[in-house]
């Protein structure tokens, strides 16, 4: 087993945070492929696999908290809540520099960013995320979404890309391979996406920046 001395979870590229926050104030989205090494991601994926085993990961649920439905034709995903007092000690470190990065966004375009909720999500074979936007309607608490997939040498036929939907009408999309180190930026707000059938196990750790709830 690794532990967080071991293996440090720092992106490697020093100007990471000024590539998002240049990419958010002018296309709102940004793919970085091996912003995080192989080595950290394999041992963060291994931290992730030993807490499933454990009994530590729940069937995700779709609606707002308090009225939260399992959906199978919706989404397949198992999550498990980071928990910043809690989290596993390599999820701890990945946590620690979202916040880093965070306080940068917050400080380059006046975001007003309060809080931050993350899961690790595990999509078992044959699972998907039908096409949603992050921002439930009506609220604009989730403000930026994040995610960094840890799945080694994933293969186009292995399916599971993230197909992020680049304009209002969903005609226009990207389509971005779930592979190790790979982390995704965008306006929550803004970009419809879904995550498409995979067709062996996938793991990403995925979060969102909020404003503060204004109920
Ligand atoms: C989500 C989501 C995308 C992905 O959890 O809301 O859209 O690629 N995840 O895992
Ligand atoms: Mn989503």
Redesign the pocket.
């Known amino acids: 087993m690794y532990t967080a001395h071991e293996v440090l979870i720092r992106p490697d590229d020093p100007a990471l945070c000024e590539r998002i926050t240049d990419a958010l104030a002018s296309d709102g989205w940004i793919v970085l492929p091996r912003a995080v090494s192989a080595e950290a991601t394999a041992a963060l994926a291994a931290e992730i696999r030993q807490q499933f085993a454990a009994g530590e990961f729940h069937r995700a649920g779709v609606g707002k908290s308090g009225q939260l439905q399992v959906v199978n034709e919706v989404r397949g995903d198992h999550v498990n809540w980071l928990e910043p007092d809690s989290a596993a000690p390599l999820q701890r470190t990945w946590l620690d520099w979202l916040q880093q990065l965070g306080s940068k966004l917050n400080r380059n375009l006046f975001l007003g960013l309060q809080e931050f909720e993350g899961h690790a999500?595990i999509y078992p074979p044959g699972s998907f995320?039908k096409k949603h936007l992050?921002q439930f309607r009506g609220t604009s608490e989730r403000s930026i979404t994040t995610?960094l997939y840890l799945n080694q040498d994933w293969q186009q036929q292995d399916g599971g890309q993230?197909r992020l939907y680049l304009d209002d009408d969903c005609h226009e999309y990207c389509d971005i391979q779930?592979e190790a180190g790979t982390l995704v930026v965008f306006l929550a707000a803004r970009f419809y996406?879904e995550?498409l059938t995979a067709q062996r196990e996938r793991i990403?750790l995925?979060g969102w920046f909020k404003r503060r709830a204004l109920s």
């Open positions: 999500a995320y992050d995610i993230l779930p996406h995550v990403a995925t």
